[in-house]
């Protein structure tokens, strides 16, 4: 893995920094109240600048989730260069996600990430944005899977079942349980949705 030139570095701040600011902002006020012209100013860059790190108003949220894209995909890859096979490896990386309580599995309640979440799964235009990263997500792991229609098939199942286990992680997160009350229960059912796929799945058991 090449560590990034001070450039890149650069470039990586300044995304995360607009971000950041977008973000803050929608939280206040609602992702629809706060215009791009205002996310510039706040950030102070031109809207054409912000225009080029973030062609829609939409990236300045998705941006926070754009790494975990082809997050599935590179685990398969690594698993495999390590003999392991596909479907264990991707048990294993949510298991241990939950035990982190990355905010990728639903299962953090953090006030910040709390609110983040509120504005991503509040906000129509968002929760259409977040579809597509998804898509993308699974065409990326039926391509580390070999990229046929069984690929694309195991894919789609696999992408459902993580959706699935974040989506209601959070959902009892957001109804105000706490991450350690819902922990042992988000295990169990990780434990079992992946077990539901590796028997209906044995290639890639």
Do not use: C
């Not at 048990?91 to 990728?104: E, N, S, T, V």
């Not at 391509?143 to 199942?157: S, T, V």
């Amino acid at each position: 893995m090449t560590t990034p030139g001070l450039r890149e570095r650069k470039k990586q701040r300044m995304f995360r920094t607009v971000s950041d600011i977008a973000v803050r902002l929608f939280v206040e006020r609602g992702f629809d109240a706060v215009p791009v012209a205002e996310v510039a100013a706040a950030a102070e860059i031109s809207k054409p600048t912000l225009f080029r790190y973030f062609p829609a108003k939409e990236d300045l949220v998705l941006h926070r989730i754009a790494d975990h894209e082809r997050e599935a995909a590179e685990v398969v890859a690594g698993a495999r260069a390590q003999g392991v096979a596909p479907l264990p490896a991707l048990r294993r990386h949510f298991l241990d996600g939950l035990a982190a309580a990355d905010p990728i599995t639903g299962l953090n309640d953090a006030p910040d990430v709390r609110a983040f979440h509120t504005l991503l799964y509040g906000t129509p235009a968002l929760v259409a944005g977040l579809h597509a990263h998804l898509e993308r997500s699974e065409a990326a792991l039926a391509d580390a899977l070999g990229g046929d229609l069984d690929a694309r098939l195991a894919a789609g199942q696999i992408v459902a079942v993580r959706r699935i286990l974040a989506q209601e992680n959070w959902r009892r997160i957001a109804a105000g349980e706490r991450v350690q009350d819902v922990r042992p229960e988000a295990v169990a059912a990780a434990e079992r949705a992946f077990a539901v796929l590796e028997a209906g799945l044995p290639h890639l058991a």
